[in-house]
C-alpha cells in the first residue's frame, strides 16, 4: 500500500463504545474516600455533585459501555479525528522511525476535551439538570465545557485559576462567547475561595482551588447544579478512548502497529484516551507497545510524586483518592508556561504506572518549546505547550532510532493548538523561559502534608 500522509475516517467509524479499561486492568480499584470522614465514599455522597449515570460509570467494570447516540451526532462536528503521518518532521530529524500523531485540535474548542466534555453534559441534561459548576487552568477545559453546556441548555459557571484569567483573556472571551459565566479563583463567592483570599490576597490560584470552590458551588446548591471534572477521574478516561479506537483503525489502515504510544500527563485524560486501548491490546496479545506519559519537570507527579491518599483539591473538599501527588496545596511556579500543573494524576494510570505497566518520563519547558516549535515549522500545526511535551518525548525516541539505526513506528497524541498560547511562545521566543524543576524539598514535605486516612485504605 502507498504510504499516506493523512488517514482519514468517516462518520461511521466514530466509535460506538468506550473502553472500560477496569474491565481488563490488573490492578485492583484503589478505594475513593470521603474527605470528611476517610471512610470509602458512598454514591450518596457523590451524586450531591454528580449524576448517577456518570456515578455509574466512575465505578462500572463493564468492559465496553455504549456511546449515546445523541453524542455521537455531537460527536460528528469533529470525529473521527485524522492521524497524520509527520513525515515532515521525520525528514527533518534524519530518523528511520515512523511518526504518527493523532490530531486532538481538530474539535472545535481545540483539544480533546470535548470528548468527555459532550459525554458529560449529555448525561447532565438527561438527569434534569439545568446548571453546572467546573474549574478551568488555562481555560481549555472551561471552553469544551462551556460548548457542550450551549449544545444541551446548561448554565455553566467557570472557576478560572486567576493568573490566567488575567493573563490568558481570550480563552475567557470564548467560554463567555458559548454562553458561561467566569470567574477568577480564588473569588470571594466561596468560602474556601475566602479563606484563600485571607490568607494571601495575591493569591494567584491553582486548579486545586479553584475545584474547591466549583465542588463547594455544587454541594451547597441543593441538588440544582452539578459539577463537573475534566480530567483524573475513571469516566473522563472512558469518555477519552474515542482518540485509542480511532487510532487503532487508521494505524491499520497505514498497515502498521504502534512501538510506543507517547501522550502528555496533567490529569492523565487524554494519555488514559489514547494509551488504554494499546494497553488492552497488550494485555491480550502480548504486543509489548510501550505507553509512555509525559509530565513537566515542573509538575513531576508520576515521576517524583508520592503514592499516596490525598485530596482531589486543596481545600480538603474532594473525595481523597490515591494517586502520585505533590501534595494537594501545591502551587506551581509562575516561571512555567507549560500547563499540566495538576498535583495529582488518575488513580487509575497511577495504578497501572506502579504495576509497570505504563512509563513515565518528565521533560523540562525548554526543550518542550523547542520540540513545539521544530514540530510547527515541519508540519505547520502550532501545538498547544501542553501536547508539546509529547512532541518532545516522541522527538527523543525518533532521535534515539536515529543512533541505533531502528525503524521504529511511534505514535503521539497532540491533544491540542496552541494558538491562544502565543503569549507563551512569545516568552519562548525572546528567550526569557528557563528550565524549572520542581525543588527537592518541596518533595521531602509531601508526606507531611498528606491526610491521615484508616490503614485498610
Ligand atoms: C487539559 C489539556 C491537557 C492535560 O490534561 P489531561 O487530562 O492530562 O489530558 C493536555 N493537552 C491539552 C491540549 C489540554 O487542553
Redesign the pocket.
Known amino acids: 500500500m502507498s504510504q499516506l500522509t493523512r488517514y482519514i475516517l468517516t462518520e461511521t467509524d466514530i466509535p460506538k463504545f468506550w473502553y472500560n479499561i477496569a474491565a481488563d486492568s490488573p490492578v485492583p480499584p484503589t478505594p475513593v474516600l470521603n474527605p470528611m470522614t476517610k471512610e470509602p465514599v458512598t454514591p450518596d455522597f457523590l451524586s450531591m455533585i454528580f449524576p448517577m449515570e456518570i456515578i455509574l460509570q466512575e465505578i462500572s467494570a463493564e468492559r465496553y459501555i455504549e456511546i449515546p447516540e445523541e453524542v455521537r451526532e455531537a460527536y460528528k462536528l469533529y470525529r473521527p479525528t485524522p492521524l497524520i503521518r509527520a513525515t515532515r518532521l521525520e525528514k527533518l530529524l534524519g530518523t528511520p522511525a515512523h511518526i504518527y500523531y493523532k490530531y486532538?485540535?481538530a474539535s472545535p474548542s481545540?483539544?480533546?476535551?470535548s470528548n468527555t466534555a459532550i459525554a458529560q453534559a449529555y448525561y447532565n441534561k438527561v438527569a434534569g439538570t439545568h446548571a453546572m459548576t467546573t474549574e478551568t487552568?488555562?481555560g481549555?477545559?472551561g471552553s469544551?465545557l462551556s460548548m457542550a453546556c450551549k449544545f444541551f441548555d446548561i448554565a455553566l459557571e467557570v472557576y478560572m485559576v486567576k493568573v490566567s484569567y488575567n493573563q490568558k483573556p481570550y480563552r475567557r472571551y470564548l467560554m463567555e462567547t458559548f454562553g458561561a459565566q467566569v470567574f477568577a479563583s480564588p473569588s470571594d463567592r466561596t468560602a474556601a475561595g475566602r479563606g484563600i483570599l485571607a490568607q494571601d490576597p495575591e493569591s494567584p490560584g491553582s486548579l486545586g482551588i479553584a475545584i474547591s470552590e466549583a465542588v463547594e458551588v455544587a454541594a451547597l446548591s441543593n441538588g440544582v447544579k452539578k459539577y463537573s471534572l475534566?480530567?483524573?477521574l475513571n469516566h473522563?478516561?472512558l469518555h477519552?478512548t474515542v482518540i485509542g479506537e480511532e487510532c487503532l483503525k487508521q494505524m491499520d489502515m497505514a498497515g502498521e502497529y504502534p512501538d510506543m504510544v507517547i501522550?502528555?500527563?496533567?490529569?492523565?485524560?487524554?494519555?488514559?484516551?489514547i494509551a488504554l486501548p494499546f494497553l488492552r491490546e497488550n494485555l491480550k496479545s502480548d504486543r509489548g507497545t510501550r505507553l509512555i506519559a509525559v509530565e513537566p519537570k515542573a509538575a513531576p507527579s508520576l515521576t517524583r510524586g508520592k503514592y499516596a491518599f490525598d485530596y482531589g483539591d486543596t481545600a480538603q473538599m474532594a473525595p481523597i483518592v490515591k494517586m502520585h501527588t505533590l501534595g494537594h496545596d501545591f502551587i506551581p511556579s509562575a516561571i512555567h508556561a507549560g500547563?499540566?500543573r495538576?498535583h495529582g494524576?488518575?488513580p487509575q494510570l497511577c495504578a497501572l504506572y506502579d504495576a509497570g505497566l505504563i512509563e513515565a518520563v518528565a521533560v523540562g519547558q525548554v526543550g518542550t518549546f523547542e520540540a513545539a516549535v521544530t514540530f510547527a515549522q515541519t508540519e505547520g500545526i502550532l501545538?498547544?505547550?501542553?501536547?508539546s511535551?509529547a512532541i518532545r518525548a516522541a522527538i527523543d525516541e525518533a532521535l534515539k532510532c536515529k543512533q541505533t539505526g531502528e525503524k521504529k513506528v511511534i505514535l503521539f497524541?497532540?491533544?491540542?493548538?496552541?494558538h491562544f498560547d502565543l503569549a507563551s511562545y512569545n516568552r519562548y521566543l525572546s528567550g526569557e523561559l528557563e528550565d524549572y524543576d520542581f525543588p527537592e524539598e518541596a518533595i521531602s514535605t509531601i508526606e507531611q502534608r498528606l491526610p491521615q486516612v484508616p490503614s485498610m485504605a
Open positions: 486532538e485540535g481545540g483539544s480533546h476535551k487552568g488555562a481549555q477545559w469544551a475534566g480530567s483524573v473522563v478516561l477519552q501522550a502528555c500527563v496533567g490529569g492523565g485524560s487524554n494519555f488514559g484516551g500547563g499540566l495538576y494524576m488518575a501545538p498547544a505547550p501542553e501536547s511535551h497524541n497532540l491533544s491540542g493548538h496552541g
